[in-house]
């Protein structure tokens, strides 16, 4: 991707205002599917809100404090697995979160939950311990800021276990993101690895109990109809559409 694209996706996914938190989940099994590209241009940034969630143990899944992109009222949940060192995930939010953000997420019709689930190597967990260290230091006076550092480490991605993904390259990228505090997150990735690493290590073997092999993985679910459905890796934005068209 281009200086340009990538300057615009981090627009889009930085330009977020907080609102109040909440949120509900349900879950379904996952199969694996062909990773495929997805292509297309990414279009000018769009606000959309970002909250966090204080939802309890629901389904399986604990939403306690997560990330969530949308609206409180959206019509269908987007459970959305990720590792930064995956480069499915990263060509999925190159080329489809944007389109999905600016189609769904801003007009109401979905809100996306991150959740980490750092399996391709142990660089993959620091990835995943920091990122709860943003939002932890974020969540309350500006969440979206989480965004925009999340965006800038997709953006930073290089070979799995090549050694890029490193904590002074994560607390390095957090000292480029507006309202960030570089020391903050280096402190917390000090003083509170080993809590964190726990915490993650439990969600992914939640997460596996009902299918999650792989990244990325997405759960779609209807919480007025109780359907669901799911996606694993980084399929064609068509089938995003068709999954929440199926569920609307």
């Given at each position: 991707m281009d200086i340009k694209n990538k300057t615009t996706r981090r627009a889009l996914l930085g330009a977020v205002g907080a609102t109040v938190a909440g949120g509900g989940i349900a879950y379904g099994v996952l199969n694996p599917q062909?990773?495929?590209?997805?292509?297309?241009?990414?279009?000018?940034p769009v606000s959309v809100n970002m909250y966090r969630s204080d939802a309890k143990l629901t389904s399986g899944i604990d939403l306690a404090r997560k990330p969530v992109m949308g609206s409180t009222d959206a019509d269908l949940d987007v459970y959305?697995?990720?590792?930064?060192?995956?480069?499915?995930?990263?060509?999925?939010?190159?080329?489809?979160?944007?389109?999905?953000?600016?189609?769904h997420v801003k007009t109401g019709d979905a809100r996306v939950v991150f959740i980490e689930f750092p399996y391709i190597g142990d660089a993959s967990m620091t990835g995943a311990v920091a990122a709860k260290c943003v939002w932890r230091q974020v969540?309350?006076?500006?969440?979206?800021?989480?965004?925009?550092?999340?965006?800038?480490?997709?953006?930073?991605?290089?070979?799995?276990?090549?050694g890029w993904l490193t904590r002074e390259k994560l607390v390095g990228i957090a000292a480029r993101v507006p309202n960030l505090d570089r020391q903050k997150v280096e402190s917390c990735l000090s003083s509170t690895r080993e809590s964190l690493v726990k915490e993650v290590q439990e969600e992914?073997?939640?997460?596996?109990?009902f299918g999650v092999r792989g990244t990325?993985?997405?759960?779609?679910?209807?919480p007025q109809t109780e359907k669901a459905g799911k996606l694993v890796g980084a399929q064609p934005y068509d089938r995003f559409q068709s999954a929440i068209e199926n569920l609307q």
């Open positions: 062909d990773n495929r590209a997805s292509g297309g241009k990414v279009s000018p959305y697995w990720s590792d930064f060192q995956c480069p499915f995930c990263n060509r999925f939010e190159q080329n489809t979160f944007p389109k999905l953000i600016r189609e969540r309350e006076e500006s969440p979206e800021t989480y965004w925009a550092w999340h965006s800038e480490v997709f953006d930073a991605q290089e070979k799995p276990n090549s992914m073997a939640r997460a596996k109990s990325p993985a997405f759960v779609f679910y209807n």
